[in-house]
């Protein structure tokens, strides 16, 4: 398994932008690129959901329809780090935000099997003015 790090949350005004990054370690004896790699949240009083993911051996992407064309995941395989470059946020947008992987998972099946976080994990997301 991964340990994955979250950082990079806050409070930032409605239409502004934040930047998650997810740094991976302590492989296994696999590569990194066996696994996908996702970002999810959860807001108060909901379940888990997943945001977006992406494999690491080609890149391939998935986005929850509500962050289409204002959120962009990406990978620094060297950096064994993967970002959430978020734009135009909205106030819908503020919950906990965790990173999460799975071996040999695509980017759609990582997003669809939202996890529940583990205690000390994850970042906070306020979108507030």
């Known amino acids: 398994q991964l340990r994955l790090v979250e950082s990079g949350g806050g409070l930032v005004q409605p239409g502004g932008s934040l930047r998650l990054s997810c740094a991976a370690s302590d492989f296994t004896l696999d590569a990194l690129d066996v696994y996908a790699v996702g970002w999810f949240r959860q807001a108060p009083g909901k379940g888990p959901e997943g945001v977006s993911c992406?494999?690491?051996?080609?890149?391939?992407?998935y986005y929850t329809d509500s962050v289409l064309g204002r959120f962009t995941i990406s990978r620094d395989n060297a950096a064994n780090t993967v970002y959430l470059q978020m734009n135009s946020l909205k106030p819908e947008d503020t919950g906990f935000y965790f990173c999460?992987?799975?071996?040999?998972?695509?980017?759609?099946?990582?997003?669809?099997?939202?996890?529940?976080?583990?205690r000390g994990q994850g970042t906070q997301v306020t979108v507030s003015s």
């Open positions: 999460h992987s799975r071996r040999l998972a695509t980017s759609q099946g990582l997003c669809s099997m939202p996890p529940v976080p583990r």
């Open positions: 992406i494999k690491m051996s080609d890149a391939r992407t």
